[in-house]
């Protein structure tokens, strides 16, 4: 995954800052490489290569040396599983979008609780996760956050967020989503600042 600027950070953690100060949500932000592990995925184009690099033997209309088979198999085992590792393109194309999005929904679940969006006085917490490799964000939102915003409104930004996405799609979801918590969990008097606003960035 490309570095992400630093300033890019700044600006979604202003996005968080500025929610706050509008509304009584405790909005994280984290940004990962990809959801999950894909390792299934890559040994499956390992195999992939191995088998073609079995059939040109075969086929191919050369001669290959017996002890020399065993070694090409491996190489073309070796490069397949090594090039899926490096493109997030081709692991993309071997997994469906229902995977896909089963992995991402399953890193935000544990990430709500994990990092303690769970446990906010007035159970305000928002979690907003993008996973780049997967080109998904997913957010999930407590019950006071629920409670509070019309079903109909809220459910046209989980559709939104659920479209292809990026950094950029993130910090549009980030004013959308402010705009929607200050209009129906306006900020009180006595709201503390609970959880971190720092951008947790993950690259591997």
């Not at 991402?104 to 993008?130: D, K, M, P, Y």
């Not at 956050?145 to 939104?160: F, I, K, S, T």
């Not at 209009?183 to 606003?197: F, G, K, M, S, W």
């Amino acid at each position: 995954m490309k570095t992400t600027q630093p300033a890019t950070i700044g600006t979604l953690e202003g996005a968080i800052r500025a929610i706050e100060e509008r509304s009584s949500a405790e909005v994280v932000v984290e940004v990962r490489a990809y959801s999950g592990s894909y390792a299934a995925v890559d040994q499956r184009l390992g195999m992939f290569s191995a088998f073609a690099a079995l059939l040109f033997v075969l086929f191919a209309p050369l001669t290959f040396a017996p002890w020399l088979v065993p070694f090409f198999l491996a190489l073309s085992y070796a490069l397949g599983l090594l090039a899926c590792r490096s493109s997030n393109w081709i692991r993309r194309h071997l997994t469906t979008r229902r995977e896909r999005q089963s992995r991402t929904r399953i890193v935000a679940a544990t990430t709500f609780v994990e990092r303690g969006i769970v446990s906010t006085r007035q159970r305000s917490g928002v979690l907003v996760l993008l996973s780049r490799l997967e080109r998904r964000m997913e957010i999930i939102a407590d019950r006071g956050v629920l409670d509070a915003v019309p079903g109909l409104e809220w459910n046209q930004l989980m559709a939104a967020a659920g479209r292809d996405s990026g950094l950029e799609e993130l910090s549009i979801l980030l004013v959308d989503l402010g705009s929607l918590l200050s209009r129906y969990l306006p900020r009180t008097a006595d709201d503390v600042n609970e959880l971190p606003d720092n951008v947790r960035m993950f690259t591997e």
